[in-house]
């Protein structure tokens, strides 16, 4: 029996879940930290889904998502409701945040980036002995959490085509639809009209045999005899070869990114179109005239309107930003102002059909003239300079940059802020925390050190900070993955540097010691990547106006004694175009911009980079075009997954043997085993060692205790070697 219920005029495809003053990151840690219960973190889950519908409803909303909220990570979730848990975390304390976390016996689960987004989430693992058994508690105990509030919702659960891409297994496409049609009966038993299948993973090139098993997968869901009816929306881009085939199965609603995607030519006349005309990714408000173009322009049976995407991208309300200037906070619209724009979408009177104004250019599109790159000396003499000047042992050590943040650290910025503490004040403070991280990483006998970042929010922020043309927030924070949220800064002008920013603590902290540190920067590509941008210039025009910055920078901490600098670009592959044809462009100009930032330097002064969490194995040859001297690249928590591919990288390298990630300290044969991996792939003399990523989320005494395995563990080989 095909279902006949009419899909609500507005909606969006999801919602912010971390609470409006960052409740569930609390509730959160002081789980982990053994200061609550596991009922005192439900509790407070129930409160913010509770906020969340409610607040939905007041401004209008027709569709109410549901299942949209997450403990840590959704992708993991719809894991758990498919019971694709490996056996060796079921017997945990918390099975769930084993995976997410680790435990002292056990490491997490793998996490990469969401798409090209900063969002982080668990990767699935799932394998031939992986027995897929429906646990619907989650969606369906939500829906009557719901009810019982008056609002009749719409559980959102990640498709069954992207689930197994992320994992890897789409061999096993028969064997997961079976809980996936248990599923949708189940919601039909409950009453549930309509049910969201997210596939963003079919807006990247897929093959014919992948676009076979979408076929496949939803004639089969959609054969159920008694179910909802389905949506499937797409977002992060443009469905392309995958609109006809979903187009030809039984699915009765079809969700399209219209901002990052343009308005299909397919006839689909018989479906609903979810037509996301509203950014979930931006915070400028968004064009009504352009809207309304774009929704009548869609040839559909029915057109509802909709955010382009989740809206967990972006900041909860402008409400809770006073001090934005005016001028700039009537340009912008987040999670709230955005539903309110879809509201008003749906009530306005809409054009007659006809053609689509003409869009802002996508991420990569093409200028007309190339970028120059500007070039240090090769590699080889720069090498050779670098290892007559610093000196270093084989097999070097150094962290990647922040040492923990402590609460005093914290409150000592807040306080600067309120005004009870001065300026000097809290300069001798960051001082003192600098000289007590410079003793702990001398004590510990590491080679290279950094200064910790003491006096740094964020690595993108603090440089926001001190930029021109950017503006900050003061809640206008966005989930990265699990308790960890950002500030994404907002640029919106034209970007220049009136005074340095680093030189006084690198040079603060090289006054300490003899031994070298690193003067630490973040790359043109990453200050972007995370930051809300201005959408009147091209993307690459953007990133160089921050590259000449960042460049100035450079030159000033090589001017005043600096030996190594570190500029990092995690976000090199998050911003990958999705789809194949524009990615060539893409590196090219990201790679150039990267080039240009560090031209400043010297062949005598050693430039780093890093890249974290990225499955940065992808993009391998253009990290080695950034012709930086060493790169740091998380590999621990992949469980060395890089180490396949780096045989032909040209430069010195550090796969990472700690997960920082996670609360486990790693025994040292654990990173014995890394390195002596690591050393099999690539030359010792090329080989650094480190951490996977920055420690600031962990505390000083697991830091301690790690650090000292790993250095442990490489004096071990160095002795071989």
Known sequence: MSPTAVFPASTVLGYPRIGPRRELKRALESYWAGRSTRAELDRVGAELRERTWRRL??????????????????????????????????????????MARGTEELAPLRMTKWFDTNYHYIV???????????????????????????????P????PVTFLLLGGALERLDDVLGPYEELLAALAAEGVAWVQLDEPALVGDRTPEELDAVRRAYERLGAVTARP????????????????????????????????????????????????????????????????????AVRASRVTVSTS???????????????????????????????????????????????????????????????????????????????????????????????????????????????TLSQADYERRVEAEIERVIRLQERLGLDVLVHGEPERNDMVQYFAEHLDGFA?????????????????????????????????????????????????LTGPVTIVAWSFIRDDLPLRDVVFQVADAIRDEVRDLEAAGVRIIQVDEPALRELLPLRRAAQSDYLEWAVAAYRRATSGASDHTQIHTHLCYSDADQILAAIDGLDADVTTIESARSGGRILGSVPGFGRGLGPGVYDIHSPRVPAVDEVEALLRRTV??????????????????????????????????????????
């Open 229 to 296: 009816a389905l949506l499937v929306a797409a977002p992060y881009g443009d469905l392309g070869e995958a609109l006809p085939v979903l187009a030809g199965t039984p699915v009765e609603a079809v969700g399209l990114d219209l901002v990052r995607g343009g308005v299909p030519a397919v006839d689909l006349t018989g479906k609903t179109v979810v037509a996301g005309v509203v950014s979930g990714r931006e915070v400028w408000r968004t064009s009504q005239e352009r809207a309304l173009a774009a929704l009548a």
């Open 124 to 154: 699935p693992e799932i394998g031939p002995e992986t027995v897929f058994e429906l646990d619907a508690a989650k969606p369906l105990g939500e829906v009557r959490e719901a009810r019982a509030l008056g609002h009749e919702t719409r």
């Open 680 to 721: 099999e792939a690539l030359p010792v003399e090329r080989v650094w060692v480190n951490p996977d990523c920055g420690l600031k989320t962990r505390t000083y005494e697991e830091v301690e205790a790690s650090l000292t395995n790993v250095i442990t563990a490489t004096r071990r080989l160095r002795a071989e070697l």
């Open 57 to 98: 409803a007041e401004l209008g909303l027709d569709g109410l998502p549901s299942n949209t909220f997450s403990l840590y990570d959704h992708v993991l979730d719809t894991a758990v409701l498919l019971g694709a848990v490996p056996k060796r975390y079921r017997d945990a304390a918390d099975p769930y945040f084993a």
């Open 472 to 520: 900050v927030t003061r809640n206008g924070w966005v989930q990265s993955y699990g308790s960890r949220c950002t500030r994404p800064p907002i640029l919106h002008g034209d970007v220049a540097r009136p005074a340095p920013i680093t030189v006084r603590w690198a040079t603060y902290a090289q006054s300490l010691t003899d031994r070298p540190v690193k003067g630490m």
């Open 309 to 419: 995407c989740s809206l967990l991208h972006v900041p909860y309300t402008l409400a809770a930003e006073p001090g934005l200037d005016p001028a700039l906070k009537e340009r912008l619209a987040f999670a709230e102002e955005k539903v309110a724009e879809v509201v008003a979408l749906a009530a306005a009177d809409r054009p007659a059909p006809g053609s689509v104004a003409e869009t802002s250019p996508p991420l990569g599109a093409p200028l007309g003239t190339p970028v120059a790159r500007e070039e240090r000396g090769p590699y080889a003499v720069r090498a050779a300079a670098q290892a007559a000047r610093l000196g270093l042992p084989p097999l070097p050590t150094t962290t990647i940059g922040s040492f923990p943040q402590t609460g005093e650290l914290r409150a000592a910025r807040a306080a600067v802020v309120a005004g």
């Open 156 to 159: 959102v659960v990640v498709g």
